[in-house]
């Protein structure tokens, strides 16, 4: 049977606001869900909704790893909202097969998420996704010179504001969406490229943080994961 301390040792609200992610779920090999639980905006545990059960469980970028080693991180879309997405395998503490499930933790690219991100940065950020009839002509504009070997970009968009340009990638490898910022110009002007490619440096080593936080979290909660495993097996 399913093991309620496991949820409320390492699945509870507190838990969750801790490592910052929005939700946690576990699937067994067959990709059924054996716990799942999450918390809004406002730290508060809400269910995680059916639709977005079903769409992680299903998907094959997320489920699908090269090998044991290997997990997935990137861009993820549900329902035209973006989610931060890390997924591993649950393998025996030595990190060797067979895999006992998956595991995968997300937290919304939501406004509060992108605040929180300017604020590591020092500058305003906004994110938008590919194919987005809103995306600004700037932005359009930018992204023929952006691929995964020249994925920044720098535009004068006035005499008075510098904008910088991000290409980041979903969970299988595609271009999702476009990250940017804006500097005044005098700011450019006294450290030229570098306060843009610092931001984006920045922010690389935020996502690079939260992925190791994702790798640290399944070390710690990888006996009982493998223990939920072979009782729902």
Known sequence: DHDPQFVVENMDADALVAIKVNFMIVLDTA????????????GQETPVSA???????????????????????????????????????????????????????????????????????????????????????????????????????????NADTIAGYSLVYDVGGRPAAVFKVMVPR?????????????AFSSFSLGLLFWGITALLLEKAVLARLLRLGQRLA
């Open 51 to 157: 639709g977005l059960l079903e769409h992680l469980s299903t998907d094959p970028d997320i489920l699908t790893h090269r090998n044991l080693q290997t997990g997935r991180l990137g861009i993820f879309l549900h329902e035209g909202r973006a989610i931060l997405i890390a997924s591993r395998q649950i393998l025996t503490s030595q990190r060797k097969g067979p895999s006992h499930g998956t595991l995968i933790m997300g937290t919304w690219l939501d406004e509060r998420k992108l605040r929180e991100l300017g604020q590591i940065t020092h500058l305003p950020i906004t994110l938008f996704l590919m194919g987005d009839s809103a995306m600004p002509e700037d932005v359009r504009s930018v992204l023929g010179d952006l691929s995964l070997q020249n994925p920044t970009q720098i535009k004068a968009l």
């Open 31 to 42: 990709h059924k869900v054996l716990a799942a639980n999450a918390v809004d905006s406002a």
């Open 186 to 198: 005098e700011i450019y002007h006294q450290a030229r490229e570098a306060v843009i490619y610092f």
